[in-house]
Structure formats: structure tokens, C-alpha cells
Nanobody
């Protein structure tokens, strides 16, 4: 299973970035897709998730109202639109996929990370 994350970069506080996770049509159409992040010196934490039907989305309290997860069926990508970024959003962001409908902290498949740096 290939999960290719992209879109990371450096931005000032208050700015926006859009991350994308590309995968196969098989994964995209039937798996729960998730985003996690890991800041320097901290444990990995859940950010957002979307079920294959796209009817249900889930967010960590720390990002709710600022981040939006969505599916792009034309590109087989799951995107994470991040707005009103804060320095504490600085982390390596990982996309993940799991065949179950539950929102799990241990999804079966992981992509490589993409670094997001927010400066004050």
C-alpha cells in the first residue's frame, strides 16, 4: 500500500497550507484515511480522519475549526487544508490508512511524513 504525502513547507503564523495524500483507487475508495502529526520531542498525535464514504469526518480538538479533511475522487487524494496555523502546529505530518471503519491510533498503513513549520 502506497501513501504519498506532499504539501508541507514553511509558513508564518496565521497562514495556510494544504497537504495531500495520494494513494491507489482501491485504498481511496474503501479505507478510512487519517492524518497524524509528530512534533519534535513529542509523541505522535491524531489530527483528522475521514471515512471512505466521506460522510463522517473527525478532528482533534486542537485543530477543529481550523483544519478540514476532504477526499478528492478525481485524484485519489485525501487533503488536509490547514488554516490559521499556529507555531504549535509545527510537526511532521503523516497520512495513514486503515480498512476498518473505526478511528484508530494505530492504522495499518502509513505514508512518509511531510514537514510543516509555522513561524511566529
Amino acid at each position: 500500500v502506497q501513501l504519498q504525502a506532499s504539501g508541507g513547507g514553511s509558513v508564518q503564523a496565521g497562514g495556510s497550507l494544504r497537504l495531500s495524500c495520494a494513494t491507489s483507487e482501491r485504498i481511496f475508495s474503501s479505507y478510512t484515511m487519517l492524518w497524524f502529526r509528530q512534533a519534535p520531542g513529542k509523541e505522535r498525535e491524531f489530527v483528522a480522519a475521514i471515512r471512505w464514504s466521506a460522510s463522517s469526518t473527525y478532528y482533534a480538538d486542537s485543530v477543529r475549526g481550523r483544519f478540514t479533511i476532504s477526499r478528492n475522487s478525481a485524484k485519489n487524494t485525501v487533503d488536509l487544508q490547514m488554516s490559521s496555523l499556529k507555531p504549535e502546529d509545527t510537526a511532521v505530518y503523516y497520512c495513514a490508512a486503515d480498512p476498518r471503519t473505526i478511528i484508530t491510533a494505530n492504522p495499518r498503513y502509513w505514508g512518509q511524513g511531510t514537514l510543516v513549520t509555522v513561524s511566529s
